[in-house]
């Protein structure tokens, strides 16, 4: 009886997933628990595990594809008690006496490989060689295409035959016609930059895949947008009573004062379901991490419970998974609010889209040389209302300007 494997559904929000790696080979034997594969979906990898024992009988996606929700993956050949060996007892070996099976040699067979002589070609290889005047039957007497030939092989030697090998992978990285290009040069070897010029003079565009932790931020933002309205508060925030720490930056001490401002809004703590509110205990804040063009928000929970040294190293530890594509999904989810600071780079103010289910997001911006900032706050509007939202940003600037509380912050570092 063979048993359907399933791409599974990791989270609620989870519609798709790509298949990172296989663990377990198609005739391997696979114990119930058995972790048989890599999922990476929404931004994390997650480790399958088989529900049920028996033979991986068949793989149906491959390393790197990416299927729906529910989709079969894999084939499991269930074995029943049945078929299961039962190990013997020493009882049993004593009394039945041990057989010596005939040894049976397997008779050698002389396999012949049958060669078509040059010529034979499929009609559209055919096609090809005539127009590009290339004579298969040559060619295939020097080895330098098999008989039959067929379609494929004369595109590959054409390739070879007239491009340099650098000018060969940007042929393939922008999808040229082979016929266009060949066609625009003639009968000589084509180089890099003469393949940049052709790309440069048709204004070919290059295609850059999407890539599935991209996938899930557009799918994530898209449904936020769609399903929430939301509203800005902008306001100017005094950093100067902030000191410098050695491995403590700005964003460690925002995580950390939004992190206890938190707990006297539970509102900020709050996720929306229908026709009722779920007040998480803890203050979750999640933080935007850039890897080149994907973008991650690893989450800090109880940040409440822990000091600035305490979060400074959790999201460094973070950030190096982040890099290494090997955040787990309990490391991304959980957060209903989200801290997203671009003032390194000199940006001076900018709105953050707000990620889907969350309370809020804060938008840092750079500071100048008093050391005041401009922060957006974007609100989910059905959780928030304007005033609770007013009274938080307020809170929140009074915490900052509070020497008292940052110096009982920096007690618990020193």
Not at 192 to 216: C, H, N, T, W
Not at 332 to 352: E, H, P
Request: net charge negative; glycine share 6%; charged share 30%.
């Amino acid at each position: 009886m063979d048993y359907e494997i399933v791409m599974p559904q990791f989270s609620d929000t989870m519609e798709r997933g790509k298949v990172v790696r296989w663990l377990k080979k198609e005739g391997e034997f696979v114990q119930k628990g058995d972790v048989i594969a890599e999922i990476e979906a929404e931004k994390a990898v997650m480790e399958l595990q088989a529900f049920k024992s028996g033979i991986l009988k068949a793989i149906l996606v491959e390393e790197g594809q990416e299927v729906e929700v529910g989709k079969p993956i894999a084939l499991l050949e269930l074995k029943g008690e049945a078929t299961q060996e039962k190990e013997p007892t020493v009882k049993e070996v004593t009394k039945q006496p041990k057989e010596e099976k005939p040894v049976f040699e397997k008779p050698k067979i002389n396999v012949e490989r049958l060669e078509l002589p040059s010529g034979f070609a499929s009609p559209y290889a055919k096609v090809l060689a005539k127009e590009y005047n290339i004579n298969l039957e040559e060619l295939q007497k020097e080895g330098r295409l098999p008989s039959p030939a067929h379609a494929k092989d004369v595109q590959e030697f054409l390739t070879e035959r007239y491009f340099t090998p650098k000018a060969l992978e940007l042929l393939k990285e922008y999808e040229l016609n082979i016929k266009e290009v060949l066609e625009e040069f003639g009968e000589v070897k084509i180089t890099e930059d003469m393949l940049l010029a052709f790309i440069e003079k048709r204004g070919i565009p290059r295609k850059v895949p999407v890539s599935s932790v991209q996938k899930a931020l557009i799918a994530n933002l898209t449904k936020s947008v769609l399903s929430f309205p939301y509203f800005h508060i902008h306001e100017v925030f005094d950093f100067s009573f902030i000191p410098k720490i050695e491995g403590i930056t700005l964003t460690h001490w925002i995580v950390k004062i939004v992190g206890d401002s938190m707990q006297v809004f539970e509102r900020l703590r709050a996720i929306y379901r229908e026709d009722h509110y779920l007040i998480l205990p803890s203050s979750n804040v999640s933080v935007a991490v850039a890897v080149g063009e994907d973008l991650y928000n690893p989450v800090v929970k109880s940040v409440e419970k822990k000091n600035l040294r305490q979060i400074a190293n959790e999201l460094n530890q973070l950030r190096k998974r982040a890099e290494e594509k090997k955040l787990s999904l309990e490391e991304i989810q959980g957060a209903t609010l989200t801290v997203s600071n671009l003032g390194m780079l000199g940006i001076r103010s900018f709105d953050a889209v707000l990620p889907y289910g969350h309370a809020c997001i804060v938008a840092v911006g750079a500071m100048d040389q008093e050391g005041k900032a401009h922060l957006t706050f974007t609100f989910n509007h059905v959780v928030l209302n304007g005033f609770t939202a007013a009274l938080f940003v307020k809170h929140l600037k009074e915490r900052f300007s509070d020497r008292d509380y940052i110096n009982f912050l920096l007690r618990e570092v020193s």
